[in-house]
Structure formats: C-alpha cells, structure tokens
C-alpha cells in the first residue's frame, strides 16, 4: 500500500452496501495510517433512538 501524507488528508468516505466488507477495510486504513473512525450510521442511531412516535424524550 502506498503511503498517504496525513497532513493533505481531510476526510476519507467508505461506501456500500451491508455486507460489502466496508469495516474490515476501514480497520486496515485505520491500523495503516492511524487514523481515527467516525461512524456517520452510529451518530445516525444514537440521535434516532432519543425519539419515539410522541417526539423527543431528552
């Protein structure tokens, strides 16, 4: 694998399908360059889960 300058990188996206092995390739870029992972689906999850069918419960 090449090596990535970290200083030029802002953000790097993967995406795909369920299933398509997006995480075991993110552990790797991870492990490689030291990057940290930030999971736009848990943020997703965690701020739907304050809401049920009456709105918002705090």
Do not use: C
């Not at 369920?18 to 030291?34: C, H, M, T, W, Y």
């Not at 999971?39 to 701020?47: A, C, E, H, L």
């Amino acid at each position: 694998m090449s090596r990535i300058d970290s200083n030029n990188i802002t953000n790097i996206v993967v995406a795909g399908k369920s299933g398509a092995g997006k995480q075991p390739r993110i552990d790797v870029l991870k492990e490689e360059f030291n990057l940290e992972q930030l999971s736009t689906g848990n943020i997703f999850r965690k701020y739907l889960g304050r809401f049920n069918e009456y709105g918002y419960k705090g």
